[in-house]
């Protein structure tokens, strides 16, 4: 599977953003899906994370401004992020990823392997 992000942009402290992630193929049931970012100088960390059953998990930074979702369109499915109140620290390269998704495992842990190219999100003071 393939991922392209969109979406990524500069804008002001407390503005908003809404990133897409488009799969190469359908993926709703076959694999977790998520979002990650890169800060410059930092590593890379998990933003938000989804599975079919509709559970979420976010990271304490992010938690109540972003919210991910994952729908259905035809063969293919789009994995999404509202971003709201977006502060200066939220400034990253962001990452659509992607892993095979195996029952009983869940989607919130373990690695993800499959990256897209990535979308910049810049937030200035």
């Known amino acids: 599977v393939q991922l392209v992000e969109s979406g990524g942009d500069s804008v002001q402290a407390g503005g908003s953003l809404r990133l897409s992630c488009a799969a190469s193929?359908?993926?709703?049931?076959?694999?977790?899906m998520g979002w990650f970012r890169q800060a410059p100088g930092k590593e890379r960390e998990g933003v938000a994370t989804?599975?079919?059953?509709?559970?979420?998990?976010?990271t304490d930074s992010v938690k109540g401004r972003f919210t991910i979702t994952l729908s259905q369109d035809n063969a293919k499915n789009t994995l999404s992020l509202s971003m709201n109140s977006l502060k200066p620290e939220d400034t990253a390269m962001y990452y659509c990823?992607?892993?095979?998704?195996?029952?009983?495992?869940?989607?919130?842990?373990?690695?993800?392997?499959?990256w897209g190219q990535g979308t910049q999100v810049t937030v200035s003071s």
């Open positions: 989804t599975d079919i059953d509709g559970s979420t998990n976010y």
């Open positions: 990823a992607a892993k095979r998704r195996y029952s009983g495992y869940s989607c919130h842990r373990g690695a993800y392997y499959v």
């Open positions: 193929e359908y993926t709703y049931s076959s694999y977790c």
